[in-house]
């Protein structure tokens, strides 16, 4: 699944095989999920580059008016 790019896909099916199956797998599935976990610095970048473009908008429809 991850290599045809679904990771949304790949995390549902490891999180099951982290729950069932064999030992070797669980700890597998585990590896997985912490490999495809989202970065939470880049997310948080990204959010802040957000914001300043809102306010940026906000800013430029202010000054229009």
């Known amino acids: 699944m991850l290599e045809a790019g ?3 896909r790949a ?3 490891a999180q099951e095989a982290a729950t069932t199956g064999p030992e070797a797998e669980r ?8 490999r495809i976990e989202p970065d939470r610095a880049a ?4 959010a802040a ?6 306010f940026a ?3 430029a429809i202010l000054r229009a008016h």
Do not use: G, N, S, T
Request: no cysteine; charged share 20%; net charge neutral.
């Open 27 to 34: 700890a597998e599935a585990r590896a997985l999920l912490e």
């Open 11 to 13: 995390r549902a099916l």
């Open 43 to 46: 997310l948080l970048a990204a």
């Open 49 to 54: 580059v957000l914001v300043m473009i809102l």
């Open 57 to 59: 908008a906000w800013i």
């Open 6 to 8: 679904d990771v949304r």
